[in-house]
């Protein structure tokens, strides 16, 4: 059985999230069901970890484990033939049996896009959030750095993250820059909360609107708090650009 490394990108608008749901179109399911017509029995794609609705990848990680000897470049090629041109296996390598695109990675970054210009092109609306509103940009890059750190990010979590799983995370950079008219917010961490990164997008935009300073910021990333950050972001504008392995 070979073990095969797939780096994917792929348009998440009309898809229900990475993650298989009955009845409904998701990245995982889509890919599940072309390699198991390659393979010709069912198989499992695993993913880096799950996107949301909407959100989007330019370089996620799957892996899946196959019998058929088909060559990398033939499987890579026949993958993107059978998939929607909205999903593409960017590469293929051969890895060891035990690789696991989740529990291996030791990083992951993400990047959010706002664009600020009054009139956004129809080609770049559904990968962005249009936000052309006041907003104190500068104060939302010098608050970007502040959630660097290990911290516990319940206040920026979906409520069943907070009720599951640990709300501790280590966050490596953080960071905003305004690039013309598109303000782009990057972000690399050993690993995020469902909705995480568009809470921390919501909390800046907060900040931006001067509702939110410095100290409320640091007060949401107290253990035990029982507050909430920003409003979510909209997933669309929302990208995986990056996981990261030894």
Not at 101 to 129: L, N, Q
Not at 167 to 172: A, E, H, S
Not at 219 to 242: D, E, Q, W
Request: overall charge neutral.
């Amino acid at each position: 059985m070979r073990r095969i490394k797939l780096t994917i990108a792929y348009d998440g608008t009309d898809f229900h999230g990475w993650q298989v749901q009955p009845d409904l179109p998701t990245i995982q399911g889509t890919l599940e069901q072309v390699f198991t017509g390659i393979e010709g029995n069912a198989v499992h794609v695993a993913g880096s970890g799950r996107t949301d609705a909407g959100v989007h990848a330019l370089a996620q990680v799957a892996a899946v484990s196959l019998s058929n000897p088909i060559p990398l470049y033939n499987l890579r090629k026949a993958a993107n033939r059978l998939l929607p041109p909205s999903i593409r296996v960017l590469s293929a390598q051969e890895v060891a049996e035990k690789f696991n695109p989740r529990h291996d990675a030791v990083s992951k970054t993400y990047e959010y896009r706002v664009f600020r210009g009054e009139v956004c092109a129809p080609m770049e609306w559904r990968y962005v959030h249009h936000y052309p509103y006041p907003l104190d940009v500068e104060r939302m890059i010098l608050l970007a750095p502040v959630i660097e750190g290990e911290y516990d990010f319940a206040a920026f979590a979906a409520a069943d993250d907070r009720e599951h799983v640990s709300t501790v995370r280590t966050v490596f950079s953080s960071r905003l820059e305004l690039v013309d008219e598109r303000m782009i917010y990057r972000v690399t961490g050993g690993g995020f909360l469902k909705h995480m990164v568009r809470n921390i997008m919501g909390t800046l935009l907060q900040a931006g609107k001067n509702n939110l300073d410095e100290a409320r910021l640091q007060a949401l990333l107290v253990p035990g708090l029982t507050a909430r950050a920003g409003p979510t972001a909209p997933a669309k504008g929302l990208f995986l650009t990056r996981v990261a392995y030894h």
